[in-house]
């Protein structure tokens, strides 16, 4: 079947402008999960969705980062008034539920100028 | 989230040798997962291991878990060159919380 699906898979934006990342996760998978992965660094988590609750912004890195999911299934990440340091591989997983293993999707390769 | 710590940093072997590298972590788990990224690609799930099991197998996987070290196993029989990667753990508490891998360990498998 389908696995996570990410798109665009490439993205080269100038400072200043706002991107829109998506995310499809697999079908009936309930939770929905973003990341980020900068050169050279860990994995860092951004944001969480639990079917269609609210989710917790916390780790989202500054309130440039806004992420919905639009019923219960697909998912957009937003940054407004990109910057430099917003360069990264944006992640995407999806899981049954919480306890279950998440599947990642191909990431989206943000670049910002 | 909780991340792990993966040793040795880098390892590197004959194909056809078995590959063991570790994760440890500082606080209590609901379960233990293994992730492997291959150079310029995503991140694939290989196993999870439930905090209330001690050993589980996956093909040419086997991961271990003891929860009263903190600490998990990960071990590839008979390697081949396509299992080079970085393997990562992720130890996972549980609630609104996603993974967090540490820097992972470099297995490269020399044909």
């Known amino acids: 079947g389908a696995g996570v699906s990410q798109s665009p898979s490439n993205k080269v934006t100038e400072k200043g402008k706002d991107v829109e990342l998506r995310c499809d996760p697999i079908s009936g998978h309930t939770a929905l999960y973003w990341y980020r992965q900068s050169l050279g660094q860990g994995l860092e988590f951004l944001i969480y969705f639990q079917g269609n609750s609210a989710p917790d912004k916390s780790g989202l890195p500054s309130d440039r980062f806004s992420a919905e999911r639009t019923g219960g299934s697909v998912s957009t990440l937003t940054i407004q008034r990109t910057q430099q340091e917003d360069s990264a591989v944006y992640l995407c997983?999806?899981?049954?539920?919480?306890?279950?293993?998440?599947?990642f999707g191909p990431g989206t390769r943000l670049t910002v100028l | 989230s909780q991340q792990g710590e993966e040793d040795p940093q880098a390892l590197s072997i004959q194909e056809g040798e078995n590959a063991t590298m570790n994760c440890s972590y500082k606080?209590?788990?609901?379960?233990l997962q293994w992730y492997r990224q291959n150079s310029g690609r995503g991140l694939v799930h290989l196993i999870l291991i439930r905090s209330n099991e001690r050993e589980k197998h996956s093909g040419r996987l086997r991961v271990t878990l003891d929860t009263s070290k903190k600490s998990s196993s990960l071990l590839i029989t008979a390697s081949r060159a396509a299992d080079t990667a970085s393997y990562f753990c992720a130890p996972w508490g549980g609630g609104a919380d996603g993974l967090t891998f540490g820097k992972g360990t470099h297995l490269i498998i020399q044909p």
């Open positions: 997983a999806s899981s049954l539920g919480g306890l279950n293993e998440q599947f």
């Open positions: 606080t209590s788990i609901n379960n």
